[in-house]
């Protein structure tokens, strides 16, 4: 059974930082890509950030500066720093894999694209 299991995540205050780590299990990930959505209530999903198979990097245009992905393929383990949060980064956090991480594309997902249970993520001012 693939299972995707995030940690991290928390309350913190503007301008502090957090950091997620996303943990793959049931099935190797080193082929596929990895990333990090989130979601805030009354709002659609987005995609936060990415790593596709050859290691390339993608981020939001609100995130790119502040947050930082990183995958280490031996873990299967999908990383997110955030720093300089600020309110509207408040969501609910999620890895998924496989998904869609290409240049000049919105981080996006597939039909089969397998989700993590979330971990929350509040920013106050």
């Known amino acids: 059974q693939v299972q995707l299991v995030e940690s991290g995540g928390g309350s913190v205050q503007t301008g502090g930082s957090l950091g997620l780590s996303c943990a793959a299990s049931?099935?190797?990930?080193?082929?596929?890509?990895m990333g990090w959505f989130r979601q805030a209530p009354g709002r659609e999903r987005e995609g936060v950030a990415c790593?596709?198979?050859?290691?390339?990097?993608r981020y939001a245009s609100d995130v790119k500066g502040r947050f930082t992905v990183s995958k280490d393929n031996d873990t299967h383990s999908l990383f997110l720093q955030m720093n300089n949060l600020k309110p509207e980064d408040s969501a609910m956090y999620y890895c998924?894999?496989?998904?869609?991480?290409?240049?000049?594309?919105?981080?996006?997902?597939?039909?089969?694209?397998?989700w993590g249970q979330g971990t929350q993520v509040i920013v106050s001012s």
């Open positions: 998924a894999a496989p998904i869609i991480c290409m240049y000049g594309r919105h981080i996006d997902t597939f039909s089969w694209t397998v």
């Open positions: 049931g099935q190797s990930y080193t082929g596929s890509s």
């Open positions: 790593s596709d198979v050859a290691g390339n990097i």
